[in-house]
């Protein structure tokens, strides 16, 4: 068990996030050929990237999970979207990691996207390597990066490697632990294997590498594993510095699976019970079958294929045949699992996001919540014959997470809500590719949505004056449609006894 890493890249978008990827996926030996080297067009899209919208924008929309062995350690990578918009879904794939590492471009320092995935890193306390990558182009002062990650994000910071010049007098990375450099070779400047121990420094860059030795925290795991230190690595993915000193650093140093909150207190993965959460759904994987797989933290226990386990929304055993291993794009059938390791799950709609898996159904695990939606927008149908197959597919994202769906008490036509605008560019392009459901959006009169909470009667009455504002979600929960947010302080007024909330835990 302690031979499993399970940790996710967070990164602001063209940070070089899906070139790390690429290249941690290929130093372990899960895939042979990264992007970069194949035939152009087609081929070269990343491994990781499958969706038909990622390809044409080369971001990662949907987080996938990526399995690779080295040296007796097994590493499960979650790839998370790195766009804005999919703050929802990063977030919960981050409730599923023990470890991040944050890829930082070293031209441009900390971007915002970066920091709001640090700040839900540190609401759990996720322990965080930090990579500064392409210091084979010109960048910014390495003490001037180091400095803005310890004001910004508040963290202790130890430079483990060192690059010797930038851009165009980049020399090489020296460790600053063993004293050698690995040095670039070729018309590419590739990193290829030369490394000279004990290497003389040349005089520019003498004084500077002094100065990084001593003039920072020495590296200390504990400080690490809390989250109050964060060790700092230079390289290019792209030109493959640094990336096997990333994998042994998760080796190394990261923490093995670490114990989950529930209600009734951390479960620990020593525990011989097997549970885990769900924490993502993700449907028509293989175009060919139109499946649903739910994505399963696998928390305690020594998990067994063809186990029944019970589902925490269902209440009764499902027997887990065919459960998957995911290897970049390919799957493999998982005899056993450890905690820590991640699985996919077939099912047809029966497992959702924030479900707990357990053998005795006595255990639920907290802390996988629905964000309020920012953008509200009412579908438009172009064929009203569809709109069974319309009602399926909000039904199937909003299972995923992709998007929520909200049913008015008043008027027929659905509200979808969403955190961010490339939601609603996904969800047109996969009702069309996955459900052949042509729609189109049109402005909702709503400008953001609240659960409400409290005594049944008090909410009924509150409905019973805001009839036209109220809907209800998938769960069937009574939610109030804001026009303005004034309007959402207008009624926290005068309704002190309802809840507003925000969030809602899954």
Not at 144 to 163: G, K, N, S
Not at 193 to 202: H, K, Q, S, T, Y
Request: aromatic fraction near 8%; charged fraction near 25%; glycine fraction near 8%.
């Amino acid at each position: 068990m302690t031979q499993r890493r399970t940790f996710a890249i967070i990164s602001h978008p063209d940070a070089g996030k899906t070139t790390l990827t690429e290249k941690l996926l290929l130093t372990g030996g899960a895939i042979h050929l990264a992007g970069e080297v194949k035939a152009r067009g087609q081929a070269r899209r990343a491994r990781s990237d499958w969706m038909k919208i990622e390809q044409q924008r080369g971001i990662s929309v949907t987080s996938s999970v990526m399995t690779f062995e080295r040296e007796g350690i097994t590493f499960n990578l979650l790839d998370t979207p790195g766009h804005e918009d999919f703050s929802e879904d990063t977030y919960r794939t981050l409730t599923a990691v023990d470890s991040a590492i944050m890829v930082i471009d070293a031209a441009k320092g900390i971007e915002p996207q970066t920091r709001k995935l640090f700040e839900v890193c540190r609401l759990r306390s996720v322990p965080i390597i930090t990579f500064v990558n392409k210091v084979d182009r010109e960048g910014r002062d390495p003490f001037e990066l180091l400095d803005e990650v310890a004001d910004m994000l508040a963290l202790d910071v130890t430079p483990m490697t060192w690059p010797v010049g930038m851009g165009g007098q980049f020399e090489g990375i020296l460790d600053l632990a063993t004293g050698s450099v690995a040095r670039p070779e070729g018309g590419s400047k590739e990193f290829l294997g030369r490394v000279d121990a004990n290497a003389e420094i040349p005089e520019a860059f003498a004084e500077q590498i002094e100065l990084a030795r001593h003039g920072y925290p020495e590296f200390d795991v504990d400080a690490y594993r809390s989250g109050d230190l964060t060790p700092v690595y230079f390289g290019s993915a792209l030109k493959n510095f640094g990336v096997v000193q990333l994998i042994e650093a998760i080796a190394g140093y990261a923490p093995p699976p670490r114990p989950q909150p529930s209600e009734n207190g951390p479960i620990e993965p020593t525990q011989d019970e097997v549970s885990g959460f769900i924490f993502k759904v993700q449907a028509n994987m293989d175009p060919q079958h139109r499946d649903r797989i739910a994505f399963m933290r696998l928390v305690s226990g020594t998990f067994k294929r063809g186990m029944k386990l019970t589902p925490s929304g269902l209440g009764k055993p499902i027997a887990v045949h065919s459960p998957i291993l995911f290897f970049a794009q390919d799957r493999e059938i998982a005899d056993t699992a450890e905690p820590g390791d991640i699985i996919g799950i077939p099912n047809h709609g029966t497992l959702r996001v924030g479900d707990t898996l357990s053998e005795r159904n006595d255990i639920r695990f907290t802390g996988l919540p629905n964000f309020a939606p920012e953008i509200l927008r009412r579908v438009q149908l172009r064929d009203p014959t569809k709109t069974k197959q319309l009602r399926k597919a909000l039904d199937d994202l909003s299972e995923e997470g992709v998007i929520q769906v909200f049913y008015p008490d008043i008027g027929s036509q659905w509200v979808i809500g969403v955190v961010g605008q490339l939601q609603l560019d996904v969800l047109i392009s996969r009702l069309s590719a996955e459900y052949k459901v042509e729609a189109g959006l049109e402005p909702a009169p709503f400008a953001t949505a609240r659960w409400l909470k409290g005594d049944e009667r008090k909410i009924e009455e509150f409905a019973g004056f805001n009839r036209a504002n109220m809907a209800r979600d998938r769960d069937g929960d009574p939610v109030f449609l804001a026009k303005s947010s004034w309007d959402v302080g207008y009624q926290q007024e005068r309704n002190p006894d309802l809840a507003f909330g925000t969030t809602k835990e899954r």
